[in-house]
């Protein structure tokens, strides 16, 4: 196994990510063989690995994870897993980002290709009826699979799949939830703010205008928040739906030459240079 190991992680490192993921299928293949590695063993090599800086190393083991996890009989515990194991993968392209390591090939020759895998896995288990509290719990977490697969495609600027990925998002959280239902849950406005984001950055700023309108509106009435953060978190999104609205509508009519950035989430768009524009008065 270590010799597999360390065949994975050069591989990575020499930018093979077609052998690293068939060397991944088969050390995944050997774990669950010998059957004497659970799950939360491997998270939790994972972890030792990402606080060791062993980036590549720590990708095997959550991804890894992710597999075994997938096998738990109860499926609302498996997505949660998943989810949070995905999660870390996001992580770890942000601790790779502040060491100054480069990662853009990586993230998308390697960990778009797994987000993607990720998402359709946990979406496969959601068979619950539509407007079912565990259809609605795994809808959720099939959006943050989402959320953080849009965010690695912002990572490497590939503004059109992102903006794929969003729109079938949002059409999927209507579906799960009704468009009543989706328009209280603060994760469905997140999409809607990434949209308005992308837009504004692929210069349609008609649309940008209104997907940001949209989610200042969506944001002021969610109710999936926890009470005693609510106010909270609310006016933060809503804040940023303003900014964000402030500067499409301030860019509608010239030309925007200059590159435009997204922030960490939700997103956050604004030019290099610009001044930062006060949030608009209701």
């Known amino acids: 196994m270590q ?46 690995r990402k606080y060791l800086r062993k980036y590549e190393e720590a990708i095997f083991f959550f991804q890894a994870s992710t597999f075994l996890y997938d096998d738990i009989e109860d499926t609302a515990k498996a997505c949660r897993a998943m989810w949070r194991c995905g999660d870390a993968l996001k992580i770890i392209v942000d601790n790779m980002t502040e060491d100054r390591i480069p990662c853009k090939t990586l993230v998308k020759g390697y960990l778009i290709p797994c987000m993607k895998d990720l998402h359709m896995r946990v979406q496969r288990k959601n068979t619950s009826p539509p407007n079912t509290v565990e259809s609605g719990e795994l809808g959720c977490i099939e959006t943050h699979c989402v959320l953080w697969l849009e965010w690695c495609q912002g990572f490497v600027e590939d503004w059109l799949e992102r903006e794929k990925t969003l729109r079938a998002a949002i059409t999927r959280m209507e579906r799960l939830f009704g468009d009543k239902g989706a328009q209280l849950i603060l ?50 999104r809503i804040f940023l739906a303003e900014l964000n609205l402030t500067l499409a509508l301030r860019n509608r009519h010239r030309d925007f030459d200059q590159e435009l950035e997204i922030t960490s ?6 030019k290099k240079t610009c001044t930062v524009a006060q949030p608009l008065n209701d």
Do not use: M, W
Request: net charge positive; charged share 25%; with cysteine.
């Open 187 to 236: 994760l469905y406005a997140d999409l809607i703010s990434h949209l308005g984001c992308t837009c504004a950055i692929l210069q349609r700023f008609p649309e940008a205008i209104h997907y940001h309108s949209l989610s200042k509106a969506i944001y002021a009435k969610v109710q999936s928040v926890q009470p005693h953060e609510e106010e909270r978190v609310k006016s933060k």
């Open 3 to 48: 010799k597999l190991l360390k065949k994975f992680v050069q591989s990575l490192k020499n930018e093979k990510y077609a052998l690293a993921a068939n060397l991944h299928n088969d050390l995944t293949s050997l774990i669950k063989e010998k059957k004497q590695i659970t799950a939360p063993d491997l998270e939790c090599f994972a972890f030792q």
């Open 265 to 270: 989430h939700p997103c956050k768009l604004f």
